[in-house]
Every structure is written in C-alpha cells, then in structure tokens.
C-alpha cells in the first residue's frame, strides 16, 4: 500500500481505512449486482412461463 499524502498526522492512519471501504463497497456492488440479475432472470421466466 503506497502513501497517502494527506495533510497531518492522520495522513498514515487513514489509507488501511479507505483501502477497506473500497474493497467492502466493491463487495457489495457485487451482490447487488448478483440480486439484479437473479430479479431479471426471474421476471424473464415468468413471462414465458406465461407466453406459453
């Protein structure tokens, strides 16, 4: 993990806490992303379950 060169004494202290923001959002886009398609696919069947 590179330096964060924020201003202060904060500047170190922060960069493992933005690293974990990061990577918890990128998870959850992730299952919002799975629970969109699953909604899709679900909506796509039940309307050729009732075409045909």
Partial sequence: MDRNYLAHEQDD???PILAAIGYNFRLILKWIRLLWLQI?????I???AKIA
């Fill in 13 to 15: 202290a922060i960069n």
């Fill in 40 to 44: 899709w696919a679900t909506s796509i």
């Fill in 46 to 48: 039940n309307q050729t």
